[in-house]
């Protein structure tokens, strides 16, 4: 079975400062996808990025960018350039490719922005 | 841009209770999810549905639940006889393909008393 997991429950950024956030995950499978998902307050789910497992260049949304190391089973978010709005809960998230479709979900890392 | 909605954004409810929760996902998805997050912990997976059908559940959806699909907009989920541990945020999120990215609605908070 496939788990994701996040082992920073919480970081703290400065404004304006870059911030990594780790996931690893572990399949055994060749083909899947994976997410990140963010979670201010309100709780809505909001999609930051996706990443191919097959396209080996690292996906990159604005001030969004991930390290994909396929082979490490790695999956790290940054954020460059924090902002206050960026303050929210980070869930990584596997999906897999050929069979299973749901999404499963690490436990999340709290991230706070600080003025 | 198209986004997911649902009703009601916060559901009070006796335990033993029936509730439904109601989601309307982008229009020209197929693919519709439901997921629940109990507060504090992960997002779990409860059911995918396409073509009018099941396609996958998880353990936690099990005879208390169902999934409907009743006219071309709507997609709820029922919990026939809720019980406190049920009280959690649900998610619905839908793709338009499978291996699309799915999309999530604002969420249910539901509280079972």
């Known amino acids: 079975a496939q788990t994701v997991t996040q082992s920073q429950p919480e970081m703290s950024v400065q404004e304006a400062e870059t911030v990594t956030l780790s996931c690893t995950y572990d399949?055994?499978?060749?083909?899947?996808?994976l997410f990140w998902y963010k979670q201010p307050p309100s709780r809505q789910m909001i999609l930051v990025i996706r990443?191919?497992?097959?396209?080996?260049q690292n996906a990159t949304e604005n001030r969004f960018s991930v390290n994909f190391q396929k082979a490490a089973k790695s999956f790290s978010l940054k954020i460059s350039d924090s902002q206050l709005g960026d303050t929210a809960m980070y869930f990584c998230a596997f999906q897999n490719g050929d069979s299973s479709y749901k999404l499963i979900f690490g436990s999340g890392t709290r991230l706070l922005v600080r003025p | 841009e198209p986004e997911v909605t649902q009703t009601p954004s916060h559901q009070v409810t006796q335990m033993g209770q029936e509730v439904i929760l109601r989601c309307v996902p982008i229009?020209?998805?197929?693919?519709f999810y439901w997921y629940r997050q109990i507060l504090g912990q992960k997002v779990e997976f409860l059911v995918s549905f396409y073509n009018n059908e099941i396609s996958e559940k998880s353990e936690i959806f099990d005879d208390q639940f169902s999934v409907e699909r009743p006219d071309g907009s709507n997609f709820t989920l029922k919990i026939r006889s809720t019980k406190l541990e049920d009280s959690a945020m649900y998610f619905c999120?839908?793709?338009?393909?499978?291996?699309?990215?799915?999309?999530f609605g604002p969420g249910t908070r539901l509280t079972v008393l």
């Open positions: 999120a839908s793709s338009s393909d499978l291996t699309d990215t799915q999309y």
């Open positions: 990443q191919e497992a097959y396209k080996q």
């Open positions: 399949t055994s499978e060749s083909n899947y996808y």
């Open positions: 229009s020209n998805h197929l693919y």
